[in-house]
């Protein structure tokens, strides 16, 4: 079984900073994407921002600008910093990688929550 533990969620003002965590339970340097989604209350599951094996990134249009999508393959983790936070930023936030033709490469984890509010 492989999966991944997020962390770093919490609440934050409006405007404020959080960096999440997404540790994996195997190597990720060979995923063709590794990504974070998120799910705000009564709303599909969306993706927020992905980098590539290359390392070349993706990001929502609504983040764009104010979070950043980062990786270190020594430690098989992946990273989330995101800025000027504002209120429609809360959510569940989750991490899972996806193979070059296809299919996700991990189990869906618990995610972690982030709620902006004042």
């Known amino acids: 079984q492989v999966h991944v533990v997020e962390s770093g969620g919490g609440l934050v003002q409006p405007g404020g900073s959080l960096r999440l965590s997404c540790a994996a339970s195997?190597?990720?340097?060979?995923?063709?994407?590794m990504g974070w989604y998120r799910q705000a209350s009564g709303k599909q599951r969306e993706l927020v921002a992905r980098?590539?094996?290359?390392?070349?990134?993706y990001y929502a249009d609504s983040v764009k600008g104010r979070f950043t999508i980062s990786k270190d393959n020594a430690k098989n983790t992946l990273f989330l910093q995101m800025n000027s936070l504002k209120v429609e930023d809360t959510a569940v936030y989750y991490c899972?990688?996806?193979?070059?033709?296809?299919?996700?490469?991990?189990?869906w984890g618990s995610g972690t929550q982030v709620t902006v509010s004042s």
């Open positions: 195997r190597s990720i340097f060979n995923i063709y994407a």
């Open positions: 980098i590539f094996r290359s390392g070349n990134t």
């Open positions: 899972n990688g996806n193979h070059l033709l296809g299919g996700l490469a991990f189990d």
